[in-house]
């Protein structure tokens, strides 16, 4: 069933016009991309950690609205969580914290889960672990 404001509820529809976290970070401990060979969405994430802890995430994203919009919900999500507590959060995890996605745009949490391992993995590297 489509909603009045088209496929994606209101959770996902404030994250796409108010998206927390966009942009670049100066200094980033870690930066991940992941990207869909299918649509072209391609999402950067940086993370800034103390102490094995995420104190700050940006996001760039070139993509649909639910790619922006899990974008910006992942940066919220792994806020505050040790690295190893980020590396838990699932695509489903983040599409259900959306209020869910259309089912021709669950890809875009799936691309939002690869990041955040991307930039662990990053961090984790130039640590030297």
Same mark, same amino acid.
């Given at each position: 069933?489509? #909603?009045?404001?088209?496929?994606?509820?209101?959770?996902?529809?404030?994250?796409?016009?108010?998206?927390?976290? *966009?942009? #670049?970070?100066?200094?980033?401990? $870690?930066? $991940? #991309?992941?990207?869909?060979?299918?649509? &072209?969405?391609?999402?950067?994430?940086?993370?800034?950690?103390?102490? &094995?802890?995420?104190?700050?995430?940006? @996001?760039?994203? @070139? &993509?649909?609205?639910?790619?922006?919009?899990?974008?910006?919900?992942?940066?919220?999500?792994?806020?505050?969580?040790?690295? #190893?507590?980020?590396?838990?959060?699932?695509?489903?995890?983040?599409?259900?914290?959306? $209020?869910?996605?259309?089912?021709?745009?669950?890809?875009?949490?799936?691309?939002?889960?690869?990041?955040? *391992?991307?930039?662990?993995?990053?961090?984790?590297? *130039?640590? $030297?672990?």
């Amino acid at each position: 069933m489509v #909603e009045e404001a088209g496929p994606y509820n209101q959770v996902v529809m404030d994250h796409l016009k108010h998206p927390r976290n *966009r942009g #670049e970070m100066e200094n980033p401990d $870690g930066v $991940g #991309e992941a990207q869909n060979p299918v649509c &072209g969405d391609t999402m950067r994430l940086s993370i800034k950690v103390e102490t &094995g802890r995420i104190i700050d995430a940006k @996001f760039l994203t @070139f &993509g649909c609205g639910a790619a922006i919009a899990s974008s910006s919900m992942t940066t919220e999500m792994i806020k505050g969580k040790t690295t #190893e507590e980020a590396l838990l959060i699932s695509d489903q995890m983040i599409a259900d914290a959306l $209020g869910g996605l259309p089912p021709s745009k669950v890809h875009c949490s799936v691309l939002a889960e690869k990041a955040i *391992r991307a930039a662990v993995s990053d961090y984790q590297k *130039r640590r $030297g672990g």
